[in-house]
């Protein structure tokens, strides 16, 4: 019977202007210029990705199939799988940071598993645990709860609710939102939370001009507001 591949995740810099050795290991590289099958989020970008990082690697001899917020669950999952359960590796690139963590990659990850291939993770910047190592909150307990609603009411209680969540069980509650509104969002949080909750704002993490703050909500009210708007950013209460 033929032994399936691999499927290794492989991260990438979280930001453009950061280069790929500067936040991988060493390690990776071996098993990236192994590879002519990636599953990516996008082709173009992971082209590109590979090419900093792997100029040896032809890329025009590559085969890239894209796994995306568009790809449907089922069998275009599984089709996927299809070259390795004939015996070839893949890797798993995502736009940013660590694959299959709030990442479309996460489908084909557990396909795999139920296909029983190999799944095999590469360390790399994930920006949610970094945003969580340098905040000072609770790291014994912690919660990604992802983007928070749109419409105004439905956000204005998912605040309140991470809030108390965070308060009374002490978790911290990490979240995200759109660059272009994260202005918006910080303002809401600011106008919602209690003066002594503390709110982190991580932004552009690992590239030249990172900024991590973390304060009372009385003492941000007091403070500059950064500029937040169009940086990629995660918000974190506590």
């Not at 660590?98 to 190999?118: N, S, T």
């Not at 014994?140 to 069980?169: C, D, M």
Request: one cysteine or more.
């Amino acid at each position: 019977m033929l032994k399936p591949g691999t499927l290794y995740l492989i991260p990438c810099p979280i930001s453009d202007a950061t280069a790929p050795w500067e936040v991988l290991p060493a390690g990776n590289r071996a098993v990236m210029a192994s590879l002519d099958y990636f599953i990516v989020e996008q082709t173009r970008t992971a082209r590109r990705f590979l090419a900093r990082a792997v100029p040896e690697l032809r890329i025009d001899a590559l085969e890239f199939r894209e796994l995306n917020e568009h790809t449907a669950a089922g069998a275009a999952v599984e089709a996927l799988l299809d070259p390795l359960l004939a015996g070839r590796s893949a890797g798993v690139i995502s736009e940013a940071g660590v694959p299959g963590v709030a990442d479309p990659g996460a489908l084909v990850v557990e396909a795999a598993h139920r296909r029983g291939i190999r799944v095999v993770p590469l360390v790399g910047p994930s920006s949610i645990i970094l945003a969580m190592m340098a905040s000072g909150l609770n790291g014994q307990s912690f919660a990604f709860n992802g983007y928070l609603p749109v419409k105004g009411p439905e956000r204005q209680r998912a605040i309140r609710h991470y809030e108390r969540w965070a308060r009374t069980e002490r978790q911290t509650q990490l979240f995200i939102e759109a660059p272009y509104r994260n202005a918006k969002l910080f303002g809401e949080l600011l106008q919602s939370l209690q003066p002594d909750t503390r709110l982190l704002v991580a932004a552009d993490l690992t590239a030249p001009d990172e900024r991590i703050a973390m304060r009372t909500v009385a003492e941000w009210r007091c403070a500059e507001v950064p500029d937040l708007q169009r940086h990629p950013a995660i918000f974190g209460i506590g």
